[in-house]
């Protein structure tokens, strides 16, 4: 049967998701599923909260929990990894501030941006252990990638190793999200009060989530770039064919120009609709992040709120270790989505066939225009020979020009991560197109590498 292990799997949203959708497959009754983390308070919570499931839903699996990801990756089918080096938010908002000490201000700083940089070279040291114990154990499984910076991460794998990579995110929804609000009238969606933008706010995700649960079946959307930054390609409507980006050109520009005012602005300005949202848009376009015009303030981008998500985060596990004590209900765990999980595991072994969304993949010429071996983001095709990209074609040549530049970036900071090159890590700030100095992206590289020394050993042999 189907192996199974899940890197990270003491996350909160983990348990909440994937875990619980897994174990719900009726296809995969009496796999083998993994479970690693280093947090072992966390990775016992979820531990046996995966037992309860298993016992109550019949599932039928055998489960097991690890404290390092050796033991646990023995003839695997499939490696899902949600790792992240932590504490996740206070590294975040270091990272954000850092650069401000040099004149620097970065729009986000997870994914793009100096930020985007240092956090994939924090992450890439655990990841290339994984992934080269996973050449001698599992050497034809498949590594299904949560972590971010997705784009550099799934690079990393498949530049550096012989494992089979495929990047999954969410953030495709978001630009069902604007559609749905655009087009409300017309597809008879209904847009609830209070709904401000699609930012990640926790008061709004409920919000978001209303319209985006009414809109996917009634729109099929084709997008495609690269993580975080793809584009939508085409709009039909579900039920009569009808081409609905004429009218999406219209009426988005109807709405209130508070809501998402960057995404207006670019797709004005390009012609094509970004689908990531205003607050991971802005985090790789080059005009973002002027000291004199301030466009964060004009297109009111707003931060991650790194102490209400940590509170979250921490709520959210306790909820779980609830649960897993029997204490409150599984009910709410009945139909959570594993975002893109369970459809991969599922369809590669057991021989199905799936249309998803959007995958991060190696770029084969799926994207005609972007460099080959790069990794981007399509619509995908799962079977039992495993995940295959939908042929897009060539994006419009600016909006390529513009993933070329974040595409290239972001190659020179794996390769100076994975080898630790100060000189092409320098490279990578430098073409970064937050960065606007010479002097200063010198600067902020020294203070990141010395501020996370502990982390990054690669550099400093």
Avoid at 36 to 57: K, P
Avoid at 137 to 146: E, G, M, S, V
Avoid at 186 to 199: C, K, R, S
Avoid at 392 to 405: D, K, Q, S, T, Y
Wanted: with cysteine; hydrophobic share 40%; net charge negative.
């Amino acid at each position: 049967m189907t192996v199974i292990t899940v890197i990270g799997a003491g996350s909160a949203s983990f348990g909440e998701n994937t875990l619980s959708a897994i174990l719900r497959s009726k296809k995969l009754r009496g796999s083998t599923l993994r479970l690693v983390d280093r947090n072992i308070e966390s990775l016992e919570i979820v531990h046996r909260l995966a037992n309860r499931l298993n016992n109550e839903w019949d599932a039928g699996f055998v489960i097991s929990a690890h404290a390092n990801h050796k033991d646990a990756l023995d003839g695997a089918n499939f490696v899902v990894s949600a790792i992240e080096v932590g504490p996740r938010e206070e590294l975040w908002k270091s990272d954000y501030e850092i650069t401000l000490k040099y004149g620097v201000h970065q729009p986000y700083a997870e994914n793009g941006g100096p930020g985007g940089f240092i956090h994939t070279a924090r992450n890439i040291m655990p990841l290339m252990e994984i992934i080269h114990d996973m050449e001698q154990a599992c050497p034809d499984a498949w590594f299904i990638n949560f972590t971010n910076p997705m784009v550099r991460i799934c690079d990393a794998v498949n530049r550096y190793s012989e494992i089979k990579v495929a990047g999954l995110c969410h953030q495709i929804y978001t630009g069902y999200g604007m559609v749905g609000v655009a087009l409300a009238k017309d597809l008879g969606i209904e847009v609830p009060d209070g709904l401000e933008g699609m930012h990640a706010d926790i008061l709004q995700h409920p919000l978001q989530q209303q319209v985006i649960h009414q809109t996917v079946p009634l729109v099929d959307i084709r997008a495609a770039g690269t993580n975080h930054f793809s584009w939508i390609l085409s709009i039909h409507d579900r039920r009569s064919g009808e081409d609905l980006y004429p009218l999406l050109r219209k009426q988005f520009f109807e709405l209130d120009e508070k809501f998402e005012p960057l995404t207006r602005r670019i797709f004005r300005d390009f012609g094509l609709f970004p689908v990531p949202g205003d607050t991971h848009l802005c985090e790789y376009l080059p005009w973002m992040s002027d000291p004199v015009t301030k466009p964060w303030e004009k297109f009111n981008i707003r931060l991650y709120d790194w102490e209400v998500m940590a509170g979250v985060r921490d709520f959210s596990l306790d909820r779980l270790n609830e649960m897993a004590n029997g204490n409150m209900t599984i009910e709410s765990l009945l139909d959570t989505d594993s975002e893109g999980a369970l459809e991969m595991i599922e369809n590669i072994s057991c021989a199905g066939k799936h249309y998803h969304l959007a995958a991060n993949l190696p770029n084969t010429g799926q994207i005609s225009n972007l460099p080959l071996n790069s990794i981007v983001e399509t619509p995908v095709m799962v079977d039992g020979a495993g995940i295959h990209p939908v042929h897009v074609g060539a994006l419009p040549e600016p909006v390529a020009e513009l993933c070329r530049r974040e595409l290239i970036t972001a190659q020179l900071g794996v390769d100076a991560a994975v080898e630790g090159d100060y000189a092409k890590a320098l490279q990578c700030l430098l073409l970064d197109p937050v960065i606007r100095d010479l002097d200063s992206a010198k600067l902020i590289l020294d203070d990141y590498l010395k501020t996370y020394r502990a982390h990054l050993p690669q550099f400093w042999r």
